[in-house]
């Protein structure tokens, strides 16, 4: 029985090996398989979403987006089937995103329009940097996601000044300019406000009154102005991540004059010639 | 008549304590309910400018325009009452955009169109940060602040130059281009330059002349490299603020003269000569 | 004789003084009076090319427009007159720019079109930095000034690189897009492949075929991208010119130790516990 | 005989020495008339895609071009006679830019269309920092270059996460606006957030339903602030490989062991720990 036992879990092992893992050789080709699928699901999504193919096209991308999408719901299941605790892969981020990509094709009896929510699959390809196994590309992720993590309060702050300078700026564009030129409520002037601010200009909408034009340039200058803010605040708080990391490295102190911040290949103390390594 | 007094006093320090603070619970509530008032009048008066709602939810939109106003009002009188010197209040930043929040309304029945100016309100949904009692929120914000002003002098500098550019490129391309392709005067060819050098575009003017082209493409050019030096100031000017945090990190103090922020490699204080390791 | 000289002389200086600088009281108001009439003038010009008024406004225009190039013109002689050597007068920065200012108006006797060129009149207003006598502000323009011109190779094997871009992206556009659909010919593409590369996006041609856009949005992300490059130049130079300026402002060396970079408040050496000043 | 292949050798190292070096009075005279033909073919090339000129215009502009190619041609072969080892010439990326900078001439004999891509020749404009000789630019260039290879893995992962935002919001777009307002499929619905996360802008498709307007400010205030991450990247990368030539500035190099780069407060070698001042 205890042998039974061991097989299922050396079946289990094996599945979790190739599933969850992607160092063994099995285990990488699985990865890559499923990243080339969920591609080819995203394009078949989007292509389903074109007018203008043959009816056998659109056929064929509905059996495709089946096979799929079935295949997707066995490697669900296969998850959670090998993993000791499933409850931690389902209410995971993985877990999340890989039941809302099977999903929207089931509930598509039931509701139209739901198919192209599968481009939530789109998610799925951050598995990618798993797959290259290249840490360093993670390790980039990470210290990235870390100077926005650190950044985040600093741009919520400058965020919500944007959108009160927007509200207030897109008041005053409606009552300057009226609404025989677009501005035809306060919720559209404010909507013009952040496309101009953020320096989109879409053009849908643009002032004709002379003065309608003169705060569109003070609101246009501003948004030139202030987009430094951000990029300020990312830039020296990526700088400070990056040169924590640099200079500190050497945490040596020298034994006989205690002086610190020695350069990673010394040898000897700077200060006062002391060796470093038999100190 | 003094117990008289001081229940006054009293009374006007619980009302001052609700109003003004944040740190009871009470007080806590009467900020929260605050800011909901004041994001919802804001949708209402944005929602009442939107045309093709039934007669019916306009009634509603200026009855409870007209409640939260007169409990602006109230709030506004009771600011008043419960502080001790009012006029500190009064001239105060907030005490004039929460007479600003009032008035518009009641300016509507003398003059149509000022109701609109109530989403002055926005602006004091700056109070949120008080209420999050976040001073990490409060303290980027006069981070942010600090970077912001000493930056000013350059930055008006930096506008002051773009503008003059903009005036001269403007008046060349309504010299060349010419009043049929919506160049059709000196200052609409500036506000043009404007909208392309700060790279927003609109395309409701553009040049058709190869000439005209070659010019905008120019200025674009010069706007793509120029809105480096706003960013760069703000950078740099960031980076410095945060900079003069981290380098003071020795925490040591003369034991003979107290002096504080000593460099990490000093042996003597900088002051008086004390040795620091032996004190 | 050399009274009469003298009082020549007497006479050109006190006019030097009026016109050339602004410590004294009357030079002082002179350059403000000058700067009040270069915008006036600037507005003017700006506002002889809007049509619409009535006949009235435009005489009245012509008008002040000739008043103030003859007080520019007397200036420009008694500029002439008052400085010993005339000659680094007139082909300076400001003596050209200040001849230029004037010529125009009289050029329109012989040349139509010719009066619009006036608002080269608003390089005449960065006088106002010298008026202003903040010389914080000269400074901190010189200052940027510095970063810029170091930043400027970098700046110009950027924009070389995207220009190179830009002619051949906009050439594959061409053969792409076709004809239908603004791509007429090659210098139009690459003038559209500047608006992208730049964000600008006027909307005036715009791709419709797949293919296109697929590469327009690929030129998209290159801008979006690379409009790091320009900015990460002159955050970095200008942050060195700054932390050069902060940083090594004392040049003391401890007459004891000799060790450098003393804080600039340090009264002894932070190394040996000499004093400093005393040395 | 050897004197033969001698001269042989001799009429090739002076062919070589023309081409490929820039040192000598012919071969910069060489280099510079290169450059002077590259531009001109460029404008050729464009003007030829112009409609409107006269008929003869383009004959002349035909045969130019045929001129042009011709001379790159022999200049092509030369370059491959005078190198003592062709193949490394052949298959270096100058080697193919230049015979990709010929072929489509003669392939429009058989494909018409292919001249166009003669605007490949515009890569060859990167010969002009040979040309001017300044290492400056080049030393700048390369650590430029440096600067962007050192982010690159991190703008990758940055363009992968917008991306994957954008295929996401297209498809929200796609469902929220509808056909009707120009998002008619969802490729070109992820090429409209392409556009506007990037802050272009075309406004050739713009959202009308006041829920795809709420989401298009969402997209674009995403854009506006995310645009500081790259930017945050190059700055931070840039000011690093900046600051590593700044702070090894001692020229100091120890008299026993040759080490260099001391720290500037250094007393003592940090690798042999011999006393640098007595050395």
Known sequence: MSISKDKITGWKQKVHEII?????????????LLLIMI?????FVMLESVKGFEEKTYDYLYVAEWIITIFFTL???????????????IFSFYGIIDL??????????FMTGTAALLTVRALRLLRVFRVLKVTRYVGESNKLAKAIKDSKAKILVFLFAVLIVCIMMGTLMYIVEGEESGFKNIPVSVYWCIVTLTTVGFGDIAPVTPFGQFLAAV????????????????????AAATNKNIVHVNTQSCWNCNA?????????CYNCGESLRNG
Do not use: W
Not at 20 to 32: I, Q, R
Not at 100 to 109: E, G, I, N, V, W
């Open 260 to 268: 610190k911040k020695h350069q990673d290949m010394a040898k000897h």
């Open 75 to 89: 490697e669900y299941f296969a998850r959670i089937v090998s993993i000791n605790r499933p409850s931690k892969y």
């Open 100 to 109: 809302l990509s099977t999903l929207p094709l089931y509930l598509s009896f």
């Open 219 to 238: 609101i246009m200058i501003l948004g030139y102005g202030i987009i430094a803010v951000p990029t300020g605040i990312v830039s020296a708080e990526y």
């Open 20 to 32: 969850y893992e992607a160092d063994t050789p099995a285990g990488k080709l699985f990865d890559v």
């Open 39 to 43: 591609i080819l699901s995203i394009i």
